[in-house]
């Protein structure tokens, strides 16, 4: 890591056609220290009003930390914000909000079980201190929506609309506030391709008006099109700055990781006849509250390939993966898996299809993959508990265990203390590592992996994409769910996209380009 | 069957609700909020030990209800320190509550009034006037002891305070997701704090009217799970402040109708009628199911993202940092 | 871990013993008497006199069983707080069953017993978990709501059809002589079923953390979602696991009659549920600390009965202590687990 002090604001001012006047933010020194972490060093940043500044940076660099302090979500242990040339101080985003800083955050802030009016009115004493007034609030936020070219329903519960009608509340709810400064936190994420223009056009319009926008990003596609200014961080300082005009992705990624980074080389796929390893076969798979998740899908993943699974979050990939790895019961359709000793027709659990060599990296690793509180040599067990080495009759056999794990972690370079420590103490990549140590150690013939890459830093990402790859190379088939179109076209070779519980495809990503693809992700 | 017998039975039935009635609204109120208190059964334990010590000691019921409350809201205090504040276990601390109620209610009665035999003033039922002569539901529902229409009245109020207020708002957003309400600038930390206090106040009250207008008498242990009783409502009742009102007065009939059971049926053992009350409990959690009305913050702990609690809290703060820490 | 750290921990480790100390103190000089008396007759009757001393022992062995089983289901993430409801039916099977059971030869009639109770409190732990796994029915209502049923059920028994052949007193026949536990040491109450707890805490160490079943149990308790994506059946292992808590509070029972009181009679174990949660989480909910941990809760219970007997203190200040030392425990565990975010 590059130990440069942090760069200073001076050095990092827009154009000249924007330094007129003063800034509207200025942030001079803000420190924030978290028990032993430094999440944010001695930060300086100016933004003027009008213009929109990308922030770049690694998973734990820091940048949603201060702007969770421009916001006034959390107190900077030292330095100052100056907004408007006046030093402000906010006891909590109420006053941050009160003085005209807007925060769209990238894991929303709603209440599910609230109506989009209950959500835009809470915290907000413009509606009523003792009884709510909701009248005003339809009528004004109303016309703000109208004139923002959006459609909202305000008596529906937050929880029944979609992931990208969330978000037009969220930005809603910011906005109905009218800020001066609008700070975005990874708002692409959950947007198909279609909607991203819409994002865009709004962002523009807000600055055209003299609104000053910030925006977190690690889609560096979205930040080359939106931004004029870039700045970046790193282990909780701004390590760089610089115009956007001229740059390239390339450029951005070497700004933020301070080298090139080696090319994942996909590696041509051999014309040698391929032989099916998993065929699902008209997979209808239902939710908890009765509606259908998957309608119909039918595809093969063959021997020795990567099949990229493609489609906004939401449209059912999630419960087509459980699916497919024994955690879910579907309602009609059957999957047949080609693995030596599979039985035909009987539905298989998750501990079943592990035994038969299929293993499942989830999307979600804190909710069902790990055990947060338990050593590495617990959760290492926590899919090999059919395995006879480990588990001879009901009897565990703990020293086993902790070798093979020891072997485990040096073989993925898991930074740990050693097999007993604890899964929590490992950082988010490192606990990925484990994850992935866990499901491929077995020499598996199917890898189902769910969003493998999601949070975590670029170095890591590289390490996983290599491991599929390698897993390739051996023979394994091997199903990718990503929301992330540019990591499936590094290494796929086919993909097929979800829609509403529809399946399309597979296709031939040499046969496809990514802009067909995405368009398929939002039409029916 | 006579009629005069069913108006017996349903006021008999609202009478030996309400006991239940008090605590479960309160427990409604924190669990909205967020937070879960089992140990309403010590606190109702208290508050009916500490009713009857204050009624004695000032001559008047309302002097036993108000010393009921302040217990209540002392041992609530307690819970919120370390199911809010601290963050540690709150299924844990509601246990301790029970444990402390049973101690302290039964230590101080021992100490104090239980030494001899004493008369407790007690709550009269007092009649709403001409309302209380319509037929039939006249001395069913206009009939009864003061605390009665406090009760009611509550429910009413809670049911509006939740829905059409900022408050209300702001206490259902913290108990669904306590990170979104703090980014929208709420002290979830002081909120549920005051709800659970505000919990233990019911919950004593719960008590008081046990020991001063139920039973008329102070007997160690006499909560008899009720208070258990009580968060079963609250989930019968779906966390909504009417009917999980409606819920108590379903138990208080059930008492009412098992009671008579007992002398309606002497060749049944007495003890199958008693156990009727618990057994309903069961049956309705069996049935209602949770679905989606339940609080999904509910029992887990929430760190805020910046201090709250205002000066006091800064106060003692500052006071911890001079500490040998 | 560093220095700084190490001092915070002893330094609330010490505020908190003092607080377990004081405020049970402060009572007993609201009811005039001086704690310092009270502490050393505590003390010197349970830890000094023999006679006090096997008294806490004879007490400890319930409280052993029972808090074993509130750590099989604590640790599996249920509440159970059934104990006493389990070891009523625990006891009143084996006793129902008793002139059966007496008429095997000897050693095994025993054991017949004792499985008995273990398999009567497990049925109705396994009937609790079954609500939980499968209608998400909240165990620590149903539980108490049971403990309830089965103390009428107790009364109604005593008084009726189990009614000892006079049919004076409310108590149960005397089970037969074959089925009793042999005394451990003469003079004193101390009976074999202190082999039986000692045994059972062993047991369950092994089961915890040498087993698959004991991983499957606390994986359900640390992460129940984990548990499909593993493979894991997690509502059979919730039912087994609270027929595993269930058992041992129904062995404690059965324990308790075949050791102790030789028939079923009112409150013979009353509060033992309450007390035996206490006795876990002070031992971390870990085995092998359960039973010192539950001679400790015995030095309280039998202390303060003799205190009552001696000095008059009311019976009921061992519930404060209960409840101050649970709370002790919880503000512990929350100020390390602070220090260490700290550190």
Redesign the interface.
Known sequence: MISRPSVKASENRPAAEFAAGRPLLAVRGVTKVFGATVASDAVDLEVWPGEIVGILGENGAGKSTLMNMIAGLIAPDAGEIVLDGEGVVFASPRDAAAAGIGMVHQHFKLIGSLTVAENIALGDPRWGRGVLRFEPLRREVGALAAALGMAVDFDRRVDELAVGEQQRVEILKVLSRRPRLLILDEPTAVLTQDERPGLFRMMAELAARGTAVIIISHKLEDILETCKRVVVMRGGRVVDAAPVSGRSRADLVRMIVGENLPNVSRGAKADAPSAPLMTVEALTIGRPNGTRAVEGASFTLMFREILGLCGVDGNGQSELIHALSGMLRPLSGRVVYHLEGAPAGAWLDAAALRRLGLCHIPEDRHRHGILSGFPLTANYLLTHLGLRDFNRSGWLRQRTIRSRVTEAVAAFEVKAAGPQAIMSHLSGGNQQKLVLARELAAAPRIVIAAHPTRGLDIRTIAFVKQQLLRMREGGAGILLLSADLADIWEIADRVVVMTNGRLRGPVAVADTTLQEVGHWMTTQ | MDVGLLIGLFASGIRLSMAIGFAALGETVSQRAGVIN?GIEGIMLLGAFLAALGAVWTGSPWGGVALAILGGVALAA?HGL?AVV????Q???G??????G??????GY??TIGAAPVEIPSFQSLPLGPLAKIPFIGPILFDQAALVYLAAGTAVILAFVLR????G??L??IG??P?????????VTSRRFLAVLFGGAMAGLGGAYLAIAQINAFV?NMV??RG??A??CV?FGRWQPLRVLAAAVAFGLAEAAQIRFQTWYPKV?Y??F??LP??L??VA??FS??G?AVP?ALGKPFAP???SGGRAYGAAMRLRARL?? | MNAAVVRRDVFWGLVILLAVAVIPGLCILAAGKSPFAAYAALFGYTLVTGNGFAEVVVRAIPLTLMALGVVAAFRTGIFNIGGDGQLITGAIIAVTLSPWLGRLPAPMGLMAFLLVGFLGGGALGAFVGWLRARFDANEIIVTIMLNYVALQFLTWLIRGPLQEPMHIFPRSFAIASSLELPLLIGGTRVHAGLIVALAAALIMYLILRHTAFGFRMVTVGENRAAAPFAGINDRRTIVLAMLLSGGLAGLAGAVEIAGLHHKLQDDFAAGYGLAAIAVALMARLRPVGVPFTALLFGVFYIGVGALQRQAGIPFPIVWIIEGVVILAFLAYGALIRRNLAHS
């Not at chain 2, 601290?86 to 276990?89: E, Q």
């Not at chain 2, 246990?95 to 402390?100: D, E, P, S, T, Y």
């Not at chain 2, 059409?164 to 408050?167: D, F, G, I, K, N």
């Open positions: 089992v307690i370390f601290l963050r540690a276990d299924i844990v601390s246990i301790a509550l029970v444990v402390l049973l101690g302290l209610s039964g230590f021992r100490l059409r207020t900022a408050l708002l702001e259902r957003a669904e997701n990170s979104a309400a703090d980014a929208a600038g709420i002290d160690e008899l799970g258990f009783i968060i079963a989930v053992p003890q199958f008693v156990m618990y057994v409990a069961v959690l069996i199911a949770r989606s999904r993202s910046r201090k040998p820490l």
